[in-house]
């Protein structure tokens, strides 16, 4: 064993766990294999994206962010809202995503997103939701 690593052994570790899950899935880990990643910009500088990855046909939210002074004005439920409609026109059939107590799990349960996990064994009160939405 040991710590020592290159990038290519890293890549290695990736790619072997890909394709074993690949072929467990009978392909279906591909599916539909899509990224969803939206942007919002002024003047070409991003103020908020949501970032997404498809696989077995469910859309997880990777990132989403909104630039501070752009926040409560509904720019985020647009995205969310852009993001599931494209999920769901190439077959996704739910989405999910987690968040901690200091991001935004409030605004995830306004867009429809209903926590199936929390995880409360972080140091000063921190917690992780798990949420899921059905597309």
């Given at each position: 064993m ?96 987690c ?29 992780q ?7």
């Amino acid at each position: 064993m040991t710590t020592t690593h290159t990038e290519e052994d890293t890549n290695a570790v990736y790619k072997g766990l890909f394709q074993h899950n690949v072929r467990k899935t009978y392909g279906l880990l591909r599916k539909p294999n899509i990224d969803i990643n939206i942007y919002l910009k002024e003047n070409n500088i991003p103020i908020g994206a949501i970032l997404c990855d498809t696989f077995n046909f469910c859309m997880y939210i990777d990132v989403m962010w909104i630039e501070e002074s752009y926040r409560g004005k509904g720019l985020g439920k647009a995205l969310i809202n852009q993001a599931e409609k494209i999920a769901k026109d190439n077959g996704c059939v739910f989405s999910h995503t987690c968040t901690f107590s200091y991001q935004s799990p409030e605004f995830y349960k306004a867009c429809g997103y209903t926590v199936f996990v929390e995880l409360d064994n972080y140091p000063n009160g921190i917690v992780q939701y798990f949420l899921k939405k059905m597309l």
